[in-house]
Nanobody, 123 residues
Framework: QVQLVESGGGLVQAGGSLRLSCAAS????????MGWFRQAPGKEREFVAD????????YYADSVKGRFTISKDNVKNTVYLQMNSLKPEDTAVYYC????????????????WGKGTLVTVSS
């Protein structure tokens, strides 16, 4: 069983930055592909970013490309999401996700989900 615990959410003004962290309680973290999804109020969950087991390959939604950066520390068992130039439309609950199979942006391949952390961007 893998437990994922997100942290780092909060309230920030538009144009600001936040860094989300997701700590995984698992021995084989290096075997996991990790991702971030988000769900805004009244909207469907959407893919944000993903990183491969080794951390060498990254993928981003078009809406965050160039502003967000995902990274993975296989020693600390933690994945990060650095979010810069935040916009009000980035407001959402952000979920950490772990998957073994190839990335599926719908989230159907996700094996484990965190409980989420709220990010609120004020205008």
């Amino acid at each position: 069983q893998v437990q994922l615990v997100e942290s780092g959410g909060g309230l920030v003004q538009a144009g600001g930055s936040l860094r989300l962290s997701c700590a995984a309680s698992v021995r084989t973290f290096s075997s996991l592909n990790m991702g971030w999804f988000r769900q805004a109020p009244g909207k469907e969950r959407e893919f944000v970013a993903d990183i491969s087991q080794s951390g060498l390959s990254t993928y981003y939604a078009d809406s965050v490309k160039g502003r967000f950066t995902i990274s993975k520390d296989n020693v600390k068992n933690t994945v990060y999401l650095q979010m810069n130039s935040l916009k009000p439309e980035d407001t959402a609950v952000y979920y950490c996700a772990a998957h073994f199979l190839m990335l599926d942006r719908s989230g159907t391949n996700v094996a484990y989900w965190g409980k989420g952390t709220l990010v609120t961007v004020s205008s």
